[in-house]
Structure formats: C-alpha cells, structure tokens
T-cell receptor
C-alpha cells in the first residue's frame, strides 16, 4: 500500500518568512495530493491540492509543487502570518477505481512567531 | 448549510460502558470515514464506507464497529469502552461523483474513558 513520509515534524519561522513542508510517497500510481491544515482544537480543512498532471499550483500565499519522477511534493507558504500556525498534513491517493482512501503523512507543526 | 455533524462533541465515560458516536452529513456524499487522532497527531483510518450497507476496516485495528443504513448517517460504536480508547474521533466524507478524493471532516468527538 501507499506510504507517505512528511518532514519536518516541527517548523518554527519568523513572521514574514517562508515555510516549506515536504512529503514523499511510495506508490507511483498515486495521482492526487491534498494538503490539510488543522488549527488547535479544530477539524482538518483542505487548503490546496494538486493532481499528477500538474507540476505546480498556487493560491495566494500558498503553493504546492509535485515531482512525479522523484515521488515528492511540497507545500510552500510565503509571507507567513501568526494565523498560519497549525498542524499541516499531506496526503496521497489514487484517483479512480474503487479505492478512494487517502494516506496521510504524520503532520508538521508550524509555529509562526510574531 | 451542507456540513458534517458529530455528536457528542465531548464525552467522559466509565470503563465498560457501551457508547455510540454519531456522524451525519448533509453534503450528499456517498463515502464516509472514521479516523482516530490524538491531539495534533497522525490521523489513523479505522473504518470507511463506500455507501449504504458497505463497511470496511481501515489501516488501524480498532475494537469499534460501524454501520451504514442510511447514506447520510455513519455511527461508530464501542461495545465496552476502555481507557485506551481515549482519543479524538473524526468523521469525514467524500463525493464519489465529483471531487471524489477530497475528504471533508466533521468537528470531532473528544472521548475520555476513565
């Protein structure tokens, strides 16, 4: 089955700096890669996703890049703000067929210091 | 408003009691999932369902059981609660027909077994 590794497990940055979280996956057939943000005491919420036919996707200060050959994808947050502090989870799945399970990474605790 | 609802939000119960955690969604989704998560930690899939009368065990072994008699309802039952069951339980759903891989999470139930 799919295995997703996520690094780092904790990340501390100064407000205004950029933050990068990296994930690797094992199943070359995986073609859907979402990122979830979970604030303290809240539910995980999708912030951005990318499919394997695209190399990069941006949404304001957030971007995700995908390298299918190397089987890794990354979340980039620019101009970080204190409200970006949360746990971020990457995930991978195979779109299509009957299996829609997401395999999650173990999460990255991002702290943005004012 | 289309959403996923979980009740109770918090539950403190004694060892040996039977409990049912409720999950309902008004999003019209056919796939539903249960995850176990210690605060801020990894998401562990314990059960999922493709639709009515379909249930599958997830990646993490669990002593709980689930049922799916109605599309919108996916309750999780613990026949005899133990302190090791203390955790947060998150319900999620996804849509087979459209954004089938994207999972939307409920607010969670925090369970404490004494």
């Amino acid at each position: 089955g799919e295995n997703v590794e996520q690094h780092p497990s904790t990340l501390s940055v100064q407000e205004g700096d950029s933050a990068v979280i990296k994930c690797t996956y094992s199943d070359s057939a995986s073609n859907y890669f979402p990122w979830y943000k979970q604030e303290l005491g809240k539910r995980p919420q999708l912030i951005i996703d990318i499919r394997s036919n695209v190399g990069e996707k941006k949404d304001q200060r957030i971007a995700v890049t995908l390298n299918k050959t190397a089987k890794h994808f990354s979340l980039h947050i620019t101009e970080t703000q204190p409200e970006d502090s949360a746990v971020y989870f990457c995930a991978a799945s195979l779109s299509g067929g009957s299996n829609y399970k997401l395999t999650f990474g173990k999460g990255t605790l991002l702290t943005v210091n004012p | 408003e289309a959403d996923i609802y979980q009740t109770p939000r918090y539950l403190v119960i004694g060892t040996g009691k039977k409990i049912t955690l409720e999950c309902s969604q008004t999003m019209g989704h056919d796939k539903m999932y249960w995850y176990q998560q210690d605060p801020g930690m990894e998401l562990h899939l314990i059960h999922y369902s493709y639709g009515v009368n379909s249930t599958e065990k997830g990646d993490l072994s669990s002593e709980s059981t689930v049922s799916r008699i109605r599309t919108e309802h996916f309750p999780l039952t613990l026949e005899s609660a133990r302190p090791s069951h203390t955790s947060q339980y998150l319900c999620a759903s996804s849509d087979l027909l459209t954004r089938k891989e994207t999972q939307y999470f409920g607010p969670g139930t925090r369970l404490l077994v004494l």
